[in-house]
């Protein structure tokens, strides 16, 4: 199971398998959405990084200046344009939730990832990152084992930002709580387990407006 922690250390300075990073789609190309990872990016268009949402570019972080052993470009779309309002905050969470998710998938088989994107959205990014990396192994064991740790770099640790990170946790368990409901056999479920069921998905539902997305 993928577990997260927050960070407030320097995310170039900390050593790691993969550093997530996400770039905008710009009209000539991607754009690191944070300046200090500019020529990241940049070296990640060459391989073919677009900054569209849902795209993931993986390059080789030497000579990058970055201490991870490789660099995840992921797409978060284009720039919100004009004043901040509830649905252009609602499209921008929901697409660094499918960023988050996407670069848990592309990092399976690592021990150690660290993500840039919490600075964006930390619900977003918490949710998106563990819902990515979740399995459904009780008859089939995957390929790649998931991330083992995820590290989520914050400008600070303090209790309101520590509640936000349990509070996604929570919302990212129930999610997950009902699709393993969903993917078991009716004949490993118990009646009380089909109940238990029908709730976790009701739950996971009022909790995420797209959890869909995931079943």
């Given amino acids: 199971m993928t577990s997260l922690t927050l960070s407030t250390a320097s ?46 570019t993986v390059i080789p972080g030497a000579g990058l200046g970055v201490s991870a052993d490789r660099l995840v470009v992921v797409g978060i779309g284009k720039a919100p344009e004009g004043p901040s309002t509830e649905t252009s905050d609602g499209a921008l969470y929901e697409r660094v939730r499918q960023a988050a998710g996407a670069a848990s998938r592309a990092l399976a088989g690592h021990a150690k990832v660290v993500s840039t994107l919490a600075a964006i959205d930390l619900t977003a990014a918490a949710e998106g990152h563990l819902l990515g990396a979740y399995v459904f192994d009780t008859y089939k064991k995957p390929g790649k084992a ?70």
């Fill in 11 to 56: 995310p170039a300075n900390t050593k790691a398998d993969a550093l997530v990073v996400a770039a905008l789609q710009g009209t000539d190309g991607p754009v690191a959405d944070n300046a200090a990872f500019a020529a990241a990016v940049e070296a990640a268009a060459l391989a073919g990084a677009t900054g569209k949402s849902g795209t993931v």
């Fill in 146 to 215: 998931p991330v083992e740790t995820i590290v989520l770099t914050v400008e600070s640790a303090a209790k309101a930002t520590k509640d936000t990170l349990a509070h996604a946790v929570i919302t990212a368990d129930a999610v997950a709580f009902a699709r393993s409901l969903i993917n078991s056999a009716p004949n490993d479920l118990f009646p009380e387990q089909r109940l238990a069921n029908e709730i976790a998905k009701k739950r996971a539902q009022r909790y995420l407006a797209h959890a869909e997305d995931y079943f």
